[in-house]
């Protein structure tokens, strides 16, 4: 094994604490400075081809493609990530699965975000991580549960979750949770309009996800009024993310296989 003086490792050590350095930059609102980091790392990349490190800054430009909601860009800049990345580093595993979880939830593709995040989550686990950063992989993976309504499994990562972060963070995963079990009781109340469960019905009605979809994206006064939102607007601007889930099995790639009783 070479030495940490070896002139051959001189490139990636480099490497690494430009990298380091553009990140703290950036957080520390010094764009000149990361700029001018990133500039010289992508220079020394290209010259010295360090593999880990190409894969790092092809994940950086995913990451712009996204945050610029761009996803054609993201799946193109991916797919040379996929290329660069180490098939026996679980780290790197781990993170072209959580780049892959954020594409699937920008393209509201809910079952492949719950896939990946799991993945991602596992990968985590598997690699004994500190627990503050097992809990970062495991809300990811609620979050894309909601995209599919699993509000029991979403709640029982995040209070999972809960339990692992710094106090000055367990105050925002505690409101993610009243924000799903928020969203269970809509659903909840939703489906007791719709099979007769309100009106006291000795027979229950049998009903359908386009049903549930039409009235969570046109609430009546008595369902805005039972799950206690203060307003058609702010009902429908808390519950967007749950109908954009249920509209996708409506209008979605699979519609038609819910339209009727299941």
Known sequence: ????????????????FLSMWMTCARYAKEEGQSKAAEAQLRALSEKHRVPGIRFWLASVDVDRAM?????????????????LADPSDLGELQWLDFLRTRIARMK????????HAARASNYSRELEEPKVIQATYIVNEAQARLMI???ATACALLRQAADMVPAQYRDEVNDMIALTEAYEAVVKQALKMLTGYVAG???LRETTIPRLWHL??????ELIDETRYASP????DETRLL???????????????FDDHT
Do not use: Y
Not at 1 to 16: D, I
Not at 67 to 83: F, H, I, K, P
Not at 243 to 257: E, F, K, M, P
């Open 1 to 16: 094994q070479p030495s940490m003086e070896s002139a051959t490792l001189a490139p990636n050590r480099l490497a690494r």
């Open 67 to 83: 945050r610029a909601r761009d996803v054609a860009r993201a799946e193109r800049v991916l797919a040379d990530s996929e290329l």
């Open 108 to 115: 509201r593709q809910g079952d492949r975000a719950v896939f």
């Open 149 to 151: 309504a699993d509000f």
């Open 201 to 203: 019905h000795s027979t």
């Open 216 to 221: 969570l994206d046109k609430p009546t006064p």
């Open 233 to 236: 607007r702010h009902f429908l």
């Open 243 to 257: 109908r954009d889930a249920l509209g996708q099995l409506v209008t979605g790639a699979l519609a038609g296989l």
